[in-house]
């Protein structure tokens, strides 16, 4: 008797070429990308989770919500995180969160969070080039401008 298991297929679709797309040089184009495709009726009512997936010229391949949580803080599931990293061929990411409070400073919670997901990335060659936290009133704080990527 055969052994049944389902057939797994990936496969991926981008609607936009290359040339059309954003190429990320700093932290300001990355935190103008995200104030731009943020839901702006939500930024100061609950905690998103989303990356900026990049080719190995930094040009944006997309954005994608990892997680909506609640007023202070959501759940971001690395697997999730990956699975769309690896199955987008992305070479280097971009993370990004939004503080309701308008806080710039990032928790410890938000640090370690980093950090796990900078050794992720690692076994899997792929780069995580910055961390930022936005806020209601346009304002954003860098990881990797203030050092601490």
């Given at each position: 008797?055969?052994?049944?298991?389902?057939?797994?297929?990936?496969?991926?679709?981008?609607?936009?070429?290359?040339?059309?797309?954003?190429?990320?040089?700093?932290?300001?184009?990355?935190?103008?990308?995200?104030?731009?495709?943020?839901?702006?009726?939500?930024?100061?009512?609950?905690?998103?989770?989303?990356?900026?997936l990049?080719?190995?010229?930094?040009?944006?391949?997309?954005?994608?919500?990892?997680?909506?949580?609640?007023?202070?803080?959501?759940?971001?599931?690395?697997?999730?995180?990956?699975?769309?990293?690896?199955?987008?061929?992305?070479?280097?990411?971009?993370?990004?969160?939004?503080?309701?409070?308008?806080?710039?400073?990032?928790?410890?919670?938000?640090?370690?969070?980093?950090?796990?997901?900078?050794k992720?990335?690692?076994?899997?060659?792929?780069?995580?080039?910055?961390?930022?936290?936005?806020?209601?009133?346009?304002?954003?704080?860098?990881?990797?401008?203030?050092?601490?990527?």
């Amino acid at each position: 008797m055969k052994t049944k298991v389902n057939e797994i297929q990936i496969s991926y679709h981008g609607n936009q070429t290359i040339n059309n797309n954003f190429k990320i040089g700093c932290s300001q184009d990355a935190a103008k990308l995200a104030f731009e495709h943020w839901d702006q009726n939500h930024i100061e009512m609950q905690e998103h989770f989303k990356i900026l997936l990049l080719n190995n010229s930094n040009i944006v391949k997309g954005i994608y919500e990892v997680s909506k949580g609640g007023i202070t803080g959501t759940l971001v599931d690395l697997r999730i995180l990956f699975a769309v990293v690896l199955k987008s061929l992305s070479t280097a990411i971009i993370l990004l969160h939004n503080h309701p409070s308008g806080t710039l400073k990032p928790s410890e919670a938000d640090r370690q969070l980093t950090q796990k997901i900078i050794k992720a990335g690692e076994l899997l060659d792929v780069k995580v080039l910055d961390h930022l936290i936005i806020t209601p009133n346009k304002e954003y704080y860098s990881f990797a401008d203030q050092g601490i990527l």
